[in-house]
């Protein structure tokens, strides 16, 4: 593995991040980061993972108790491999993944048509930057919510050992096909990473069977509110 991976004992993701690469150039998702959203946001129905891996997203997801159907562009072991999501034309009620970092503007594209009722995409905070995606996306069809991390996630290669912390701001940015109104911003507390780092117990098995919908009230510019609906209290305002 190329050495410039490994700065002060901690990845740069921002530098290295390629999941299409077979091989080590392969970054799986970290599961608190995973049990963060779906201990935010309410899933119903089936939810897709299309860029699975090794099936790390995939087995978090599992403890909502939704039926979760993975796959990946590459064999990884876990999954249905060979699968497209760039491609796919079948729709799922619900998409959440973290797509490759070279192909998250055709993730967004592929999701807006292929998702019945929700996608999440674990993206850089950075996304929300640029005039070709203010144009292609936000203007159009921007985020119902976006989730940011307070906690840095770093993305490790697969079997390297787990050390420093990452530089770049990630967050959940969520198209919600019944959401109405402007974007949502919404702080993620701390406190997952050491609830749900490897080897933590895992406590949101029966997350989403829950019935009721998270109420979302809108706010004014930069008037803040407890985020309702969510088993943690976080913060949001209304981008306008």
Known sequence: MDATYNTNGGFKPTIKRS???AGPDFFPTPRWATFALIESEIFTGEIWEPACGDGAMSEVLAETGNPIVSSDLYDRGYGDAGQDFLTAQRTRANVITNPPFNSAEGF??????????????????????????????????????????????TFYPKG????????????????D?????????AW?????KARF????????TGLNRRTEAPHHQPLGHLRH??????????????LL
Do not use: M
């Open 160 to 175: 390297a050992v787990v050390a420093g912390s990452g530089t770049t701001a990630y967050a959940w940015f969520i198209w």
């Open 177 to 185: 096909k019944a959401h109405a109104g402007p974007t949502e911003l």
């Open 225 to 238: 509110s407890r985020a309702v609906g969510s088993h943690h209290d976080s913060h949001k305002v209304c």
């Open 108 to 153: 967004v594209a592929s999701g807006l048509r292929v998702a019945q009722e929700k996608f999440a995409l674990l993206l850089r905070l950075a996304f929300l930057e640029g005039a070709n995606r203010t144009k292609s996306i936000f203007q159009t069809t921007p985020p119902s919510r976006v989730w940011v991390f307070s906690e840095r996630i």
């Open 197 to 204: 780092s490897t080897g933590a117990p895992s406590r949101a």
């Open 19 to 21: 999941a299409d690469l």
């Open 188 to 192: 993620l507390k701390p406190g997952f």
